[in-house]
């Protein structure tokens, strides 16, 4: 029996970019207040028992380490405001704090990338392995790697990766937050520089800032606020090795794995149901590895289900994959990390947004348009080289 | 990146030195970096150290990183890779790597399955603060060639101290001296016929004097056959130091774990020392003499000369300042030469010098000649040769230290000496000079071919200015030991050499 453990009431977030003129704290306060009055019958900042907020780099970038002090001035609030190290370990940490028995629980996120005084690639390497980052590599680095290990072992086409960020570019297009709006295709990715070989420039996440923030409930009060909550039916977090050498498997994420198979027994709905997806789409690998780690298609097939699922950017809103047994999954609703744009901390709570919107039929010029109502929607969010996965699992029924 | 400081770098340098993994003594898994316990045999397990810087691996994947953090970018790009020994993956910077192949988009199927090794190299430097060495990166042996670590007991002990071991590291990379000629508008042949210099050896830009000592000095333990704790006592002789202030010598200890352990360090000592070209020539004696008093309680003593110097760009030092380093072990165990006597000459004359702080030495032109090399050369080698009281053609070789190919010709010459006794110890017309390295390089050369019995006449030079002289006799034991040898001119000859330009050259200078 699928029981859900928090519900969704409300949702909010800022445009996604290079926002100069906007400050971390009035970024984080924008997409809160968003959050806010996006409930339907109304909420206020004072029933919120607590807050959980995703970001990893404000320490760095903006020298802000008392992120929790800022917002308890900009929203005139008291309760506990947590800071997690990205935005679906703070909805983990909020689904949890309802599951103790708070009421009222607002999740957020936050990066501000473009304030750095420390080159964000250079900061990136204190997320890796000690030993990795002394051997040279980078984050995009290990996923260039894992990229040629998997093409090495599964004999997988080159140009399958470059169709991920096109993909997402062209889910982009329709979504009015985010970084880029443009169209993308293969051959350009391609002749972008090269980053790590063989990931190129326009097959990374960009740099971005933005802040995102929804409000959950317990679900028996949930139509107190709103007559079509969502509802989060699992919540799970996995881990693995930090560093990429010593894990299991170089081409697949056991985290994903792990973190997936508990949100699927969680929840006991099968995959079949599913067919939305929100992927931590950094590299290109990373949303290949999903399909096989999350159990969508079998392991070494999903490159080929990407190439196979890509063919043109015409026509219909969005390019779903296309499963071996023919049904239809379409991932990243709204561009995904490359196109939405990914402020890392606001990155997961962002996924949130993009779901409650799609499951809502909220999504205006983006709305997902499937043969039936989707039901059901997967968001996965990774930390550190993906060494933290987290899995939730929504639905528009408790 | 915030400063990385003398703690954290002391930390890492357990594991990245020697990359010590751990072992679990019931299941026999193997970890690295090292667990405090068995991931399978759980809390109770007892582990134990293990090592994997003498073992071969293969790289299982990898990428060529192009966009580096800012500490890696003087070796940007470089190519990265995780490898596997027997199933334990390691990370690490694939070095020593043709520059043609950073010019090309990597492809993994060229580099899977290829057969690398750790070895030590500097990886990053704070401006003006710690330089970080370590051994996560890798070498194919295309040029490199993996010998393996095989210590024996069972060598034969001698009653006095000689040469148990030695080892020479020359690097991959060389530049034409013609191309540094044309650089600056200069005829070739004033340095390749006139000087007899033809190529330099040109140090990888993660190398420097403490690498290439680290490199020998593996060389020369491997060679000794003597287990790591044998040697406990270490000089390194270099001018080219990266560190005005912090000896070679305790990372060479440290990278090769030299000596006896104790708690967190080694029961063994030793110092650096400079003297321009003769710092470690210098050190034979001091080494003969602690190994063979038992009150000092020494049983090997490593002597390595390393250089990687420096030269004003477009200066007649630019022609010949070459990158390499030579380490020899004395002690009494599988002996495979001995010093049979040792003279030294000195004066004080100001042929050539480096002022502190000053970035390029400065020298006198010709004064370094007639009254410097030639005064100090000649002077000592007729001092060896009458203590010995033999004569030049009662040496089956000799050599000298050569800071181009006609300086030691001439001395020779002069001495007596032919050019059939000299020619396999003249090394510097396809390496440069090696400086501390130089004549230690020509002895090992020499000592690569010589048979038992062989004499051997050296003679070494430093400007300031003085000469040390040794007679070395050939013995039994040279014999046993050879294939443990990776020969000076296979390093020279090898057609796995890579020749770059005088920019790379300029920049592998610092």
Partial sequence: ?398 | MSEITGPIVRRKVETSYRLIGSQCEECGRKYFPAKEFCGFEGRKSRMKEISFFDDVGEIVSGSLIRESPKRFSKLSPYVSVITSFDGIRIPGRLTDVDPSEIQREFDISRYAGKRVFPVFRRIYEQPGGIITYSSLNFVDQDYHKHIKMEPSLEQAVSDQTGIVGYGVYIPRFRLKVAEIAKKFGKEPSIYEKGLGLIEKAVANLDEDSVTMAVEAGRRALIHSRLPREAIQEVYVGSESNPYAVKPIMSSVIEALALGNEYKDGYATGGADTEFACKAATAMFKPAIAITSDSRIGIENCMVIGSDNSQAHPGDDLDYSVGAGAAAFIFGKKGVIATIKKCVSYTTDTADFYRRDLQQFPRHEDRFTGEPAYFKHVIGCGELLLQKTGMKPKDFDYAVFHQPNSKFPERAASILGFTEEQIKPGQKVSMIGNTYSAACLIGLAGILDIAEPGDKIFMVGYGSGAGSDGYFIEVEKGILDKREKIIPVDSQIKSDKKIYVDYDFYRKSKG
Avoid at chain 1, 95 to 115: F, P, Q, R, W
Avoid at chain 1, 373 to 378: D, F, L, M, N, T
């Fill in chain 1, 1 to 398: 029996m699928t029981k859900a453990q928090a519900a969704i009431v409300g949702a909010g977030r800022t445009r996604f970019g290079e926002l100069w003129n906007q400050s971390a704290e009035r970024l984080v306060v924008e997409a809160g207040l968003d959050a806010i009055k996006s409930v339907d019958k109304g909420i206020g900042r004072k029933d919120i028992n607590a807050f959980y907020i995703g970001s990893l780099l404000l320490e760095k970038t903006t020298n802000i380490s008392t992120l929790d002090a800022y917002l308890s001035r900009e929203l005139s609030v008291h309760a506990p405001i947590a800071i997690l190290k990205s935005g679906s370990s703070a909805l983990y940490n909020g689904v949890n704090a309802i599951k103790s028995g708070l009421d009222v629980v607002c999740v957020g996120g936050i990066e501000k990338m473009t304030d750095a005084f420390v080159s964000i690639p250079e900061f990136l390497t204190s997320t890796i392995d000690q030993y990795e980052a002394d051997a040279g590599f980078t984050y995009p680095g290990l996923f260039a790697a894992m990229t040629n290990k998997y093409m090495l072992d599964f004999n997988a086409k080159r140009e399958a990766f470059a169709k991920v960020p096109c993909k997402n570019h062209y889910h982009g297009m329709n979504n009015e937050f985010a970084q880029f709006r443009n169209k993308m295709l293969p051959e350009r990715v391609l002749s972008s520089p090269l980053v790590a070989d063989p990931i190129r420039t326009f097959e990374c996440a960009p740099i971005s800032d933005g802040a995102a923030a929804v409000i959950i409930t317990k679900p028996e009060i949930a139509k107190k606020f709103t007559d079509t909550p969502i509802y989060i039916v699992s919540s799970s977090q996995a881990t693995d090795h930090i560093s990429l050498y010593s894990r299991h498997s170089m081409t697949k994420f056991e985290s994903t794995e792990l973190a997936m198979e508990r949100a699927l027994k969680e929840s006991s709905i099968g995959l079949d149901k599913i067919q939305i997806a929100e992927v931590h789409d950094s590299t290109p690998i990373e949303e290949v590895l999903f399909l096989e780690d999350a159990g969508f298609v079998k392991k070494g097939l999903g490159w080929k289900i990407v190439d196979e699922s890509i063919k043109s950017f015409e026509g219909s809103k969005h390019i779903p994959y296309v499963l071996e047994d023919g049904r239809e999954l379409v991932i990243n609703c709204g561009g995904g990390l490359k196109a939405d744009g990914h402020p890392i901390g606001a990155t997961g709570v962002r996924q949130v947004y993009e779901a409650f919107k799609q499951l809502r039929n909220e999504a205006g010029k983006r709305q997902v348009s499937l043969d039936k109502q989707i039901e059901s929607a997967v968001l996965h969010d990774t930390e550190s080289s993906g060494a933290v996965s987290t899995i939730h699992i929504l639905r528009r029924f408790e």
